[in-house]
């Protein structure tokens, strides 16, 4: 696996990470029976998650068209390579 990730694919996995911090720190104020655990449970656990699914959404609205176009390529000379002479 020596392939450079893509922006695309780095995006992806920065909000995965944001996500599943997210998700530990909501964990592990489950089972503490504090009052200060349904702040933590709301001010990082929630904001993580928050944050991790904002970046999730934005990465795939701002996808540069410089690889749309790339990507769309390969399609074209797959579509014409199989059409029968006429």
Known sequence: MSEELTPLEK?????????????IVEALTVEWHHPVAFMVFLMPGALLLFVGIVVFLFSLVSFPQSQTKKAA???KSVQSSTQEPV
């Open 11 to 23: 995006r992806l996995r920065l909000a995965a990470g944001l996500v599943l911090a997210g998700l």
């Open 73 to 75: 390529e390969p399609a």
